[in-house]
């Protein structure tokens, strides 16, 4: 079944040329960063964030691919820049702009913590648990257990500490996009809509104010959003607002809301052609956001099939 599923995928990514992915990062290492690069670039053009809405228009030689990375980590700069640059491969890089700013690591970098020093998953730190609450009670439940265990995340550990602003600022210099992925890294779905507006464009506006140019993208945390935050997004002036719902991007793709692909750390070759082929029906993958297959109904209730 595996040497049948590649070979589907080889065949439908060699001869499907009218869309594109956008592929989302978070801390992959050189090793994985070469990796997904060979394996795509046997069938995408690699492209930067400022062709994006143009390539949806209008049809290469072969299906673009936009890399993307999310949170702004420190092994970004260390693992993931060297070997893009070295490869001619432009990317995105979303931060978390607090986090960037202090240091201090993000509500999954304590609960990982956490776990990995209890050696078990409590049933109050399930991911599944703790994505369905607002991040000022995430906060207070981490609160309790590294109180109790006195437990508190490394962030010297480039997969837990952010880049720097100074960091971020070479990045771009280096012909990187730098985009905003709010300033504290919430479920915005899960806030009220006061606090996930002040996210939203507080990190935009921070991102426009270090880098000293305005922010171009934005890309939801989990990938959780609904149309009204996607299109107050894009009413912070960003071009481009990305979710994490897992198909190609065409000609009718809006870009207050576009799609992307996950790729993790353990995914060798094959799963990755996988993954990116089963994505172009726009129907079979799941969202990794926890919303299953909703975004289905939704394009289909909206005409964009």
């Given at each position: 079944m595996g040497k049948f599923l590649l070979g589907l995928a080889k065949f439908l990514l060699g001869n499907y040329f009218s869309k594109g992915i956008i592929i989302g990062n978070h801390i992959q290492d050189r090793y994985q960063v070469t990796l997904e690069v060979e394996t795509l670039g046997q069938y995408f053009e690699f492209i930067h964030h400022d062709a994006l809405?143009?390539?949806m228009a209008m049809a290469g030689k072969r299906p673009f691919c936009l890399f993307t990375f999310d949170d702004g980590k420190k092994i970004n700069v260390l693992e993931a820049v060297p070997v893009l640059e070295k490869l001619g491969v432009p990317a995105v890089f979303y931060l978390v702009t607090d986090s960037v700013t202090s240091n201090l690591p993000l509500w999954f970098d304590?609960?990982?913590a956490i776990v990995k020093d209890l050696g078990m998953i409590p049933e109050e730190l399930k991911p599944e648990r703790l994505?369905?609450?607002p991040l000022a009670q995430i906060h207070a439940q981490l609160d309790q257990f590294a109180e109790k265990y006195s437990v508190c995340p490394d962030t010297n550990d480039p997969c837990v500490g952010a880049m720097s602003w100074d960091e971020a600022r070479m990045l771009q210099k280096k012909g990187f996009t730098i985009g905003a992925h709010t300033r504290n890294h919430p479920i915005l779905t899960n806030e009220s809509l006061e606090e996930a507006k002040g996210e939203i464009g507080g990190s935009i506006a921070s991102v426009t104010r270090e880098m000293g140019h305005d922010c171009v993208s934005f890309a939801f945390p989990n990938g959780s959003y609904t149309n009204d935050l996607a299109r107050f997004a894009a009413s912070c002036g960003v071009k481009t607002v990305m979710t994490t719902d897992p198909?190609?991007?065409g000609a009718s793709a809006e870009p207050w809301h576009l799609p992307?692909?996950?790729i993790y750390n353990h995914y060798d070759p094959q799963k990755i052609l996988i993954k990116v082929a089963a994505a172009l029906p726009g129907c079979l993958l799941?969202?990794?956001?926890?919303?299953?297959?909703?975004?289905?109904?939704?394009?289909?209730f909206h005409g964009d099939r």
């Open positions: 809405t143009g390539r304590r609960r990982n994505k369905k609450m198909i190609w991007v992307r692909i996950d799941k969202n990794p956001n926890g919303t299953g297959r909703a975004y289905v109904k939704v394009r289909w």
